[in-house]
């Protein structure tokens, strides 16, 4: 049977060329950079010529890339480090959005546990958080605003350089989550405007369990963790040199194949738009018009005019070969609609009956049609059961 991954964004396959670079630093070349032996020196150089790869692809200096394990740390990493280190100077204030990933939201939920304020923007029905609703929720207490860089779910590109200069006007770093735009879109940190950068390797054909935070020079942050004095004393703990080699390998080629892997996977995204919103009248896109990135493609089936359940549709697409995702989250046992959708303005059951589709090197404009027919058969085979 034919199988089309259409599920990019939770994440991709390794690339050739990653895991080649990477080879040598599992088995001859395997020294702890923090040993002063050649084997160590060896190890340590690698780390750092890939710390320049990365902080050079995003206009950074490499003394401002951390390497963590992770989206996820991350995320922990920037808000838990900022939030730590603001207590000292009398701020418990931080501002993020109601579409953010949870690794944004919960450590935001856990310090709001442990004594902070925490305020959660409402996004609009694109999905998005203006500059002056963010202005207009920094109180002298603030001391961090999160905001992502493009959802996961839906798409939406947030205008992050005017929340930077809302944010800067008051004095305060803004962090962002940007896991799903290197090599998608541009990132360029000093043009963002932005003091913390969240990346995931895995998520642009590099390895999963390794990621970066860059901390714009200057900015105040505790560390997570605390053993040896590893990434300058802020992410102790023996650095994972395979990975660090492989993700700068991805980010490499993420961005300089951006131009037309983009404009290639955009075609492919726009066919598959315009065919569902043919042959489907019930089909809601969710996300932005055009502050979108090029491959993601979510849509939603009205409820008010069939009955769908996400989880069943990607059940059912799945038979057929073909891996997308619903955007729902099982809870406590229950499948619970997509928190993005629903701060939206998505009713319940509409943003229950949604799939997204993301893209990647492996799709071609012929898995269009294929997925547009197996998606007809799948639906009206689910109808006729209702
Ligand atoms: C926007 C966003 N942030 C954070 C993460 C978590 O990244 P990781 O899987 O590297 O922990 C993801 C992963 O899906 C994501 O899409």
């Known amino acids: 049977m034919k199988r089309v991954y259409l599920d990019h964004t939770a994440t991709t396959p390794l690339d050739e060329r990653v895991f080649e670079a990477m080879r040598?630093?599992?088995?001859?070349?395997?020294?702890?950079?923090?040993?002063?032996?050649?084997?160590?020196?060896?190890?340590?150089?690698?780390?750092?010529?890939?710390?320049?790869?990365?902080?050079?692809?995003?206009?950074?200096?490499?003394?401002?890339?951390?390497?963590?394990?992770?989206?996820t740390e991350s995320d922990n990493f920037a808000i838990r480090g900022i939030a730590k280190a603001s207590l000292k100077k009398g701020k418990n204030h931080i501002i993020t959005s109601a579409a953010e990933h949870p690794?944004?939201?919960?450590?935001?939920?856990?310090?709001?546990?442990?004594?902070?304020?925490?305020?959660?923007?409402?996004?609009?029905?694109?999905?998005?958080?203006?500059?002056?609703?963010?202005?207009?929720?920094?109180?002298?207490?603030?001391?961090?605003?999160?905001?992502?860089?493009?959802?996961?779910?839906?798409?939406?590109?947030?205008?992050?350089?005017?929340?930077?200069?809302?944010?800067?006007?008051?004095?305060?770093?803004?962090?962002?989550?940007?896991?799903?735009?290197?090599?998608?879109?541009?990132?360029?940190?000093?043009?963002?405007?932005?003091?913390?950068?969240?990346?995931?390797?895995?998520?642009l054909y590099g390895p999963k369990g390794i990621g970066a935070l860059y901390v714009k020079k200057g900015t105040e942050l505790e560390p997570m963790l605390h053993g040896g004095g590893q990434e300058r004393g802020k992410r102790p703990g023996t650095e994972n040199v395979p990975l660090a080699v492989g993700f700068a390998k991805a980010v490499e080629l993420a961005v300089s194949e951006m131009e037309v892997e983009m404009k290639r996977l955009a075609t492919i995204r726009d066919n598959l738009q315009s065919a569902i919103s043919n042959q489907f009248p019930s089909a809601i896109i969710n996300g932005h018009p055009t502050e979108r990135l090029p491959n993601i493609l979510n849509i939603s089936f009205d409820s008010s005019k069939i009955q769908l359940e996400g989880e069943m549709l990607v059940m059912n697409m799945d038979l057929e070969g073909i891996a997308v995702t619903s955007g729902s989250a099982c809870t406590s046992g229950s499948m619970q609609p997509s928190h993005v959708l629903l701060a939206m303005g998505r009713d319940g059951k509409t943003a229950r009956a949604t799939l997204r589709f993301a893209f990647g090197k492996s799709n071609t404009t012929e898995d269009v049609e294929y997925v547009v027919a197996k998606l007809r058969h799948v639906i009206s085979r689910m109808a006729g059961r209702a």
């Open 103 to 203: 690794a944004v939201l919960e450590p935001c939920e856990m310090l709001r546990e442990e004594g902070f304020d925490v305020t959660v923007l409402p996004v609009d029905a694109n999905g998005i958080v203006s500059p002056d609703q963010v202005k207009q929720a920094i109180t002298g207490k603030t001391c961090l605003v999160t905001i992502m860089h493009a959802n996961n779910e839906v798409g939406s590109i947030s205008p992050i350089k005017e929340i930077a200069e809302a944010v800067h006007e008051k004095g305060l770093p803004l962090h962002t989550d940007a896991v799903q735009t290197p090599g998608k879109i541009p990132l360029n940190v000093a043009e963002l405007g932005v003091d913390l950068v969240t990346l995931s390797a895995h998520k």
């Open 24 to 71: 040598p630093y599992f088995s001859e070349a395997f020294g702890n950079a923090s040993s002063v032996h050649s084997f160590g020196r060896e190890a340590k150089s690698a780390l750092e010529k890939a710390r320049e790869t990365i902080a050079k692809a995003i206009g950074a200096q490499s003394g401002e890339v951390f390497f963590t394990s992770g989206g």
